[in-house]
């Protein structure tokens, strides 16, 4: 299950933003909520640092793919490591002005523990920009 260890913040501010209504539970969460995840790097490790950039970019392929397939209204991705990596070495963190195909990126800090320079609130207003930057696009444009 992703982001299951205790130190890591994503379900707490994935609860705090009001995305997720039960504590590390995805399949809940796709079913109740739309929000489904998967990683980058099919590979588990302490930090990103140990990931290859041939991983990321293999990673965000596969991420295409899917993203190709399924359409959602947006893509979300926990940690700049792995999109600077794939995409663009310079990005910050926010909306990306390259997302993938058609659909937007947003990215954020990571919300692994040993991320001390992101507070549980700065992850959790990350996750409802992005929540209702998905929203926005859900409702299509404004009606003329």
Excluded at 38 to 49: I, L, M, Q, S, Y
Excluded at 76 to 101: H, M, Y
Aim: proline share 7%.
């Amino acid at each position: 299950m992703g982001f299951a260890r205790p130190g890591n913040r994503f379900w707490p501010a994935a609860l705090a933003a009001g995305l997720v209504s039960r504590d590390r539970d995805p399949w809940h969460a796709l079913r109740a909520h739309g929000v489904g995840m998967t990683d980058v790097v099919k590979r588990a490790t302490a930090r990103a640092d140990q990931l290859d950039p041939q991983e990321y970019r293999d990673g965000m392929a596969r991420i295409e793919r899917l993203v190709a397939w399924l359409r959602p209204g947006l893509v979300c991705f926990v940690g700049l490591a792995g999109w600077r990596a794939a995409v663009d070495r310079r990005a910050v963190a926010g909306i990306q002005p390259e997302g993938l195909g058609s659909v937007p990126a947003y990215v954020m800090p990571s919300t692994s523990g040993l991320n001390a320079h992101s507070s549980l609130d700065d992850l959790t207003g990350h996750l409802r920009a992005a929540a209702a930057l998905a929203g926005a696009r859900a409702q299509g444009p404004p009606a003329s």
